[in-house]
């Protein structure tokens, strides 16, 4: 206890240093509203997007327009998704890794999961929020929403405001935020599958602090802050608009719901984390099955259904591109689950409920960055080839790189989110039955959908997925140094044979 003390101690004072560090970058100006924006308008020599990559936090002018009244639907919806969203975390993904490892590591891979979750959204609401979604720069936000400061508007007496995709359209900030806030989580808890059975409970934690403080955050910010749809009034304001934008969204990155976002930046987190954590000891020579399988379905049945949220949830609205990301993520769920278990029996002959289980958070991983930014079509596509990728990605790729990860991260959300980053790029061409482009957007810049690219927008996917994966691996690399050589990374022999419920925790997850 006094060494987990000692690291959250450590932690916190790494945070603050960290915080006065950004705190040079220019904080965003006082607003008496705040809107939640997406990734759709772009550089006006660049294709825009077609629906939003996820939302994001920017100023409205107080007196450019009456005010506006949230949605109650919408806002329902959105206080749902994020419900979900927190199903998808614990106990889904909690159960879905705890029936991977060894009985005796079943509960401090639940401890992992369950009390990381609790710390991101603590410091989400801190400063999280504000390093993402605010205006700063092209790569950190600002300070306006330090301890969620700002989110009453003392003015108009009541909650600040958050955009959704359509002008006019608003709910809730404190909504939004707190949806965001389940995004944070369980990037952050998708991690600790690499390095499962073998670290330290407190390095897990101070390791978290850091990465998403330098790695999540930022990558947020420069994917998903825009100034927001009512932002642009006119073409004469474009370029100014779209230069307060993130790095990536001035690229014209499409992200719906976080491909590079969550699952690229989490696998190369845990990849790292899987070489420099070292392998499990009797790794290759010594069996180590899932424990229970069963648990692993009901977790990842739990994943799809709270996946609908994450997808869905990423509208922002009630409307016709939530019921498409709704639909593409049942969709293309189902055809990585057929495509996984295909690839087995061609393999083995046989076809596993371990793999149905991981074709199933294939093919969510996949559609998560396409979602409501492809057709039905593209979205069947997407899945289908999700299973097959991950699949090699888990086999084949895991024996070339050497490293123990040990529930097969960044094999499914590596492979996963890169897949369908890049995928987005071509099937949301509208000659593709992609949306294309919003109608808002046509308006403001006078780019028609018969001048998207595929071939641009792929390139443009890219340059996103390869910003992501050295934004993160650099991160992670230093934030795991800084641990090991403060606190240590791995738990002893002794202790790592014993198991971590016991050794880590005093506790058994079954009492025989």
Same mark, same amino acid.
């Given at each position: 206890?006094?060494? =987990?003390?000692?690291? $959250? ?27 939640? #924006? ?28 009456? !005010? ?54 603590? $410091? ?35 909650? #600040? ?43 897990? =934690? =101070? ?61 190369? &987190? +845990?990849?790292? +984390? ?12 010594? !069996? ?43 969709? &293309? ?5 057929? #495509?996984?278990? $295909? ?27 396409? &979602? ?23 086999? +084949? ?27 987005? +790029? ?17 308006? !403001?810049?006078?780019?028609? &959908? ?63």
């Amino acid at each position: 206890m006094k060494k =987990l003390l000692a690291s $959250l101690a450590l932690g916190l004072s790494l945070l603050t240093s960290g915080v006065a560090v950004m705190a040079q970058a220019p904080a965003a100006a006082p607003a008496a509203t705040s809107v939640a #924006a997406p990734a759709e308008a772009k550089p006006a020599d660049a294709a825009p997007a077609t629906a939003p990559a996820a939302a994001v936090a920017a100023p409205v002018e107080a007196a450019a327009a009456p !005010a506006l009244v949230p949605n109650k639907g919408d806002t329902a919806w959105m206080m749902t998704s994020t419900i979900l969203v927190i199903l998808m975390v614990v106990p889904g993904l909690a159960l879905f890794y705890g029936g991977l490892v060894r009985s005796k590591n079943m509960l401090s891979v639940l401890m992992q999961v369950m009390v990381t979750f609790s710390l991101i959204v603590v $410091l989400w609401f801190i400063y999280g929020y504000s390093l993402a979604f605010t205006e700063g720069n092209a790569y950190f936000g600002g300070f306006d929403r330090l301890f969620m400061a700002g989110i009453w508007d003392n003015a108009a007496g009541t909650f #600040a405001n958050a955009a959704t995709f359509s002008k006019g359209v608003v709910i809730p900030e404190i909504v939004f935020a707190a949806f965001q806030a389940t995004f944070a989580g369980i990037t952050c808890a998708l991690i600790v599958g690499a390095f499962a059975e073998r670290m330290k409970f407190s390095a897990v =934690l =101070l390791f978290m602090v850091i990465w998403f403080t330098f790695s999540y955050a930022p990558i947020a910010h420069m994917v998903w802050f825009w100034m927001g749809p009512d932002a642009y009034t006119g073409k004469e304001v474009v370029d100014a608009m779209n230069a307060k934008g993130g790095y990536l969204w001035q690229s014209g990155a499409l992200d719906f719901a976080g491909g590079t976002v969550v699952h690229i930046n989490a696998a190369v &987190a +845990g990849l790292v +984390g899987a070489y420099m954590v070292g392998k499990r000891i009797g790794y290759g020579k010594e !069996a180590m099955a899932p424990h229970s399988l069963t648990l692993t379905m009901v977790g990842s049945a739990l994943l799809w259904v709270g996946w609908f949220g994450f997808n869905a949830g990423s509208a922002l609205e009630a409307n016709g591109f939530a019921a498409l990301a709704f639909i593409n993520t049942l969709g &293309a769920t189902a055809a990585a689950v057929l #495509a996984w278990c $295909l690839g087995e029996a061609l393999m083995r002959g046989k076809a596993s409920m371990l793999g149905a289980a991981s074709g199933a958070v294939a093919g969510l991983v996949a559609i998560t960055p396409a &979602a409501g930014n492809v057709g039905i079509g593209g979205g069947l596509i997407i899945g289908f080839i999700a299973g097959f990728a991950c699949l090699w990605g888990v086999n +084949g790729l895991k024996k070339i790189l050497g490293a123990d990860d040990s529930l097969d991260v960044f094999g499914v959300h590596g492979i996963g989110g890169i897949l369908g980053a890049l995928l987005t +790029g071509v099937f949301n061409s509208p000659s593709l039955g992609g949306p294309g482009f919003v109608a808002d957007w046509v308006t !403001a810049t006078g780019i028609t &959908a018969a001048d998207y690219s595929i071939v641009s927008q792929v390139w443009i996917q890219a340059k996103a997925v390869f910003i992501t994966v050295v934004w993160s691996g650099v991160v992670s690399f230093i934030a795991y140094k800084v641990v090991d050589l403060t606190i240590g990374l791995r738990v002893s022999e002794e202790d790592e044979r014993e198991g971590l419920d016991i050794t880590a925790h005093g506790e058994t997850a079954y009492n025989r």
